[in-house]
């Protein structure tokens, strides 16, 4: 049986099982900032994002997956070790925000947090979706102003921090980062999840631009390893690299 790259095949199972890189954030001293906005980025109504995460601290503290430098994107773990999402229009009004109803707190485990929303409804209807691991977790805080589009376009995007002066660091492994603004899947349809994530709970191919869950690439798609930190396959420019990063201990293939 044929081999390509980034993909094996289980003993006794005709399916290939991705292997995914990992990249180590030590929570002290390394992140990511694009140094401008992401190339294209525009304001829309609806967002994908997906990442596999593991918590190596930070516990009761404020840590970053992804921010913008205007702060109306933010994709966090809270001090009270909540995953959250805040989308904010051009005016800093919060359009919608949701978080896991679970605490999440450093351990080996890799969770795969899938989200999407789609904030042009009136207020109590906006969409929102947030799986961990395949089991939907989560709770609407704020969904009370009229239909709008979120403020995606910003100076500067961070990965592992709240902003390219490096706060809110991230501890843990990173893998396979996407995030789609203007993009939307339904993530009640099981089938919707597997474009992101297998039955079995095992990583799966996104292409080599993560174009293949919705036939769009992302603006953002961080698959590399450490060597690679900074390489976006996506659509919206490379990210520079600040402190050293090293693979993670291990992956979530």
Same mark, same amino acid.
């Given at each position: ?78 001090? $009270? !070790?909540?995953?959250? &999402?805040?989308? =904010? ?5 919060? @359009?919608? +925000?949701?978080?896991?109803?679970? %605490? ?86 099981? $089938? !919707?999840?597997?474009? &992101?994530?297998? =039955? ?5 191919? @996104?292409? +080599?631009?993560?174009?293949?869950? %919705? ?39």
């Amino acid at each position: 049986m044929a081999n390509f790259p980034g993909l094996f095949f289980k003993s006794g199972s005709g399916s290939p099982v991705y292997t995914a890189n990992a990249v180590d954030y030590n929570g002290a001293t390394n992140w990511l900032n694009r140094g401008a906005d992401f190339t294209g980025n525009v304001d829309s109504s609806t967002g994908i994002f997906s990442a596999w995460v593991r918590l190596d601290g930070g516990d009761s503290t404020t840590i970053y997956l992804l921010g913008a430098e205007n702060g109306h994107v933010q994709i966090r773990r809270t001090n $009270t !070790n909540l995953f959250l &999402f805040r989308l =904010l229009d051009s005016g800093g009004t919060v @359009l919608l +925000a949701f978080q896991t109803v679970v %605490t999440y707190i450093a351990g080996a485990t890799w969770y795969n947090i899938l989200a999407s929303w789609d904030t042009n409804f009136i207020v109590g209807n906006k969409l929102s979706n947030l799986y961990v691991n395949n089991v939907s977790d989560k709770t609407v805080t704020t969904d009370s102003v009229l239909a709008g589009n979120v403020d995606y376009t910003s100076s500067d995007y961070s990965v592992g921090s709240v902003n390219a002066a490096g706060a809110s660091l991230f501890d843990g492994c990173l893998s396979e980062l996407y995030f789609a603004p203007g993009q939307y899947l339904d993530f009640t349809n099981a $089938t !919707n999840r597997q474009k &992101f994530i297998s =039955l079995a709970g095992e990583t799966v191919s @996104l292409g +080599a631009d993560g174009s293949t869950p %919705t036939g769009i690439a992302p603006i953002y798609y961080s698959k590399g390893n450490a060597a690679a930190v900074a390489t976006n396959s996506g659509t919206g420019g490379n990210m520079t690299a600040s402190g050293v990063f090293n693979d993670c201990s291990t992956t979530p293939s």
